[in-house]
C-alpha cells in the first residue's frame, strides 16, 4: 500500500542502505589502515622533511640525539620522521626491539643514512646484507676468539702501561685525546696488524676525518667534510691490501665507540666518589693477586665483578651507540602502527636506556643495579641478534684494563664538569675530551 502510494520508497531506502553499507565499509578500512596514517610525527615538506633541525641539532652542543629527544617526548615510544628525502621511524620500546634485532619473520635488514654507508663502505660488515653479512662475519670470528681475546688482553694492557708511563705527575691529561690513541692503535694491530710507523700515523689522521664526516650532508663537493671523508676513506684504501678490505672499515667506528665509552666511564666514575672506593677496594685486590711481573690476563679480568658493572651502567647511561638503523624489507606492523617496505627503522637504544619504566632511577649512575636480573632487551649498549657487537667482549676488555691502570696507578680528578656534546659526533662523544689532573704516580715500571 505504502509502496504504491510512495512509489519512490524503494528506491530511496535502497539508497539509504547502499550509503549505509559505504559508510561501514569506509569505517572499516579506515579502521584497518588506521594505523598507517596515526603513527605520529612529522614528515614534513616532500624530500626535505626535518632533515634541516636534523641537521641543526647535529650542529649543537647538545648533540644529534636531541633531535631524537624532543620527538620521542613529543609524540611517545615510536614517531615517524623524514630525513635526506627518506621516511624514519624511531622505536623505543624493548618489545620492539626484540623483534626488529631478530629480525623475525625476516622483515628487516641493515641500512645506515648515505653518508655513513658511504663512509664505511656499503660492502663491510657494518653495511653488508643477508648472506653476504653472514659470511663477512662467520670469516672475522676468529679474530674474535677466546684465544684471540686472552693475548690481545696482554698486549693492550702493555699498551696502556707504556702510555700511562709517559704521562707525567702534576700534569693535566686529556682522557679523549689519549684513549682515541690508544684505541686507533690496537684496533691496527688487532685488525690488520698495523703497530707503527708512517702508517699507522695516516690511520689516526685519516680515521678522524671519516669519523667527522659521519653525519655530514653527502654532497661531494671539494671542500665539504663528506669529500673530506671520502678522502680520507681512499688514503686509508690505498695504504691497505685488497685481502683485507672487509676487515678495515669497521675501524674508524670502533676507535670512536671504544674511545668515547671510555671517557664517559671517567667522567661517571669521577661524579661518584663512592662508586671510585668500592672499585679501590677491588682493583688494589686484584693487584695484590697479580705477580709483579705480568700484564693483566683475561682471568684477572674475569675477577672483576664490580669493575664489569660499572663498564656496563656506564655504557647504559652514555649510550655510545644511541640508535641501530634497519630497514623494512616489507610492509609490516610493529606496535599497533603500519610500517611500508623501504622505510628505515631505528632503535632507539638510548630512550630504552633512560626510561625509568625500564631502569629505576636511570639518571643515577648506579652499578649495583646490575647485580639483579636485567630485564630482556633493557640492555642494548652492543646490540643484540645477529648484527650483536662482534668486538663486545675486546670492548669490555679494554675498558677493564683501562679502568684498572688508571685507578691504581693514579690519583686523578677531572677538571672539566661540562657535559656538552662534540658537534658532528655520531657516537656520544664529551666536547670538554673528559680533562683530568693527575696528583699522584705510581712507578708503572713497578708493576712490570
Ligand atoms: C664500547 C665500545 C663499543 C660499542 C658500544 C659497540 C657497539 C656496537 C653496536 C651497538 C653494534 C650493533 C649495531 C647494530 O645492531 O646496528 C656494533 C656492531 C659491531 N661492532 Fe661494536 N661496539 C664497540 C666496540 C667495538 C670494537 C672494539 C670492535 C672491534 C674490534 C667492534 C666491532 C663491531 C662489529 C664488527 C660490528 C658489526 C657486527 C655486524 O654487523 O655483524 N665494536 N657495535
Known amino acids: 500500500m505504502l509502496v504504491k502510494e510512495h512509489p519512490y520508497i524503494c528506491y530511496h531506502v535502497v539508497l539509504l542502505m547502499l550509503f549505509l553499507l559505504c559508510t561501514k565499509v569506509w569505517t572499516l578500512w579506515c579502521k584497518k589502515n588506521k594505523a598507517a596514517v596515526s603513527i605520529p610525527g612529522n614528515r614534513g615538506l616532500l624530500f626535505v622533511g626535518e632533515t634541516l633541525q636534523f641537521m641543526a641539532a647535529i650542529n649543537s652542543s647538545k648533540g644529534v640525539y636531541e633531535f631524537v629527544r624532543i ?3 613529543r609524540y611517545g615510544n615510536c614517531f615517524k620522521t623524514r630525513l635526506f628525502g627518506e621516511t624514519h ?3 623505543s620500546r624493548t618489545e620492539s626491539a626484540k623483534v626488529i634485532l631478530n629480525n623475525e619473520g625476516g622483515k628487516f635488514s641493515k641500512k ?3 653518508s655513513i654507508a658511504e663512509l664505511v663502505g656499503s660492502d ?14 662467520f670469516c672475522l670470528f676468529s679474530l674474535f676468539s677466546t684465544a684471540s681475546l686472552s693475548s690481545f688482553v696482554k698486549f693492550f694492557d702493555a699498551m696502556v702501561v707504556e702510555a700511562m708511563s709517559s704521562w707525567s705527575c702534576e700534569s693535566i691529561v686529556v682522557i679523549q685525546d689519549e684513549t682515541l690513541k690508544l684505541a686507533c692503535k690496537a684496533m691496527c694491530k688487532m685488525l690488520i696488524s698495523i703497530e707503527s710507523g708512517y702508517e699507522l700515523m695516516v690511520m689516526q689522521k685519516e680515521v678522524a676525518s671519516i669519523c667527522d664526516a659521519m653525519l655530514s650532508f653527502p654532497l661531494r663537493l671539494p671542500g665539504t667534510r663528506f669529500y673530506k671523508g671520502l678522502k680520507a676513506r681512499k688514503k ?4 691497505l691490501d685488497k685481502e683485507i678490505s672487509e676487515r678495515r672499515s669497521g675501524i674508524g667506528t670502533h676507535r670512536d665507540t671504544i674511545a668515547n665509552a671510555m671517557t664517559w666511564m671517567v ?5 661518584n666518589q663512592e662508586v671510585l672506593n668500592e672499585l679501590m677496594k ?11 711481573s705480568a700484564y693483566l690476563t683475561l682471568e684477572a679480568l674475569n675477577k672483576m665483578p664490580y669493575a664489569s658493572k660499572v663498564v656496563k651502567e656506564a ?12 630497514v623494512a624489507l616489507q610492509d609490516c606492523e610493529i606496535e599497533g602502527f603500519k610500517i611500508k617496505k623501504g622505510w628505515n627503522i631505528n632503535i632507539d637504544a638510548r630512550s630504552i636506556h633512560l626510561d625509568p619504566i625500564v631502569h629505576n632511577d636511570p639518571d643515577v649512575f648506579n652499578p649495583s643495579r646490575f647485580s639483579d636480573e636485567s630485564k630482556p632487551y633493557s640492555f642494548l649498549a652492543f646490540g643484540m641478534g645477529a648484527r650483536t657487537c662482534l668486538g663486545k667482549n675486546m670492548a669490555k676488555a679494554m675498558l677493564l684494563v683501562f679502568l684498572h691502570r688508571l685507578i691504581t696507578t693514579y690519583k686523578w680528578k677531572v677538571i672539566d664538569s661540562d657535559s656538552s656534546i662534540q658537534k658532528w659526533a655520531l657516537f656520544t662523544k664529551l666536547k670538554s675530551g673528559c680533562p683530568v689532573s693527575l696528583t699522584y704516580m705510581k712507578d708503572t715500571n713497578k708493576t712490570m
Open 89 to 91: 621511524v624511531f622505536i
Open 112 to 114: 645506515y643514512i648515505k
Open 315 to 326: 655504557l647504559r647511561m652514555a649510550s655510545v651507540v644511541q640508535w641501530f638503523p634497519r
Open 267 to 271: 667522567k661517571f666514575v669521577d661524579e
Open 282 to 292: 677491588e682493583q688494589v685486590q686484584i693487584e695484590k693477586q697479580g705477580t709483579r
Open 236 to 239: 686509508i684504501m690505498d695504504i
Open 124 to 137: 663491510s660488515l657494518l653495511c653488508s646484507a643477508q648472506q653476504h653479512h653472514k659470511l663477512i662475519r
Open 71 to 73: 620527538r620521542r617526548l
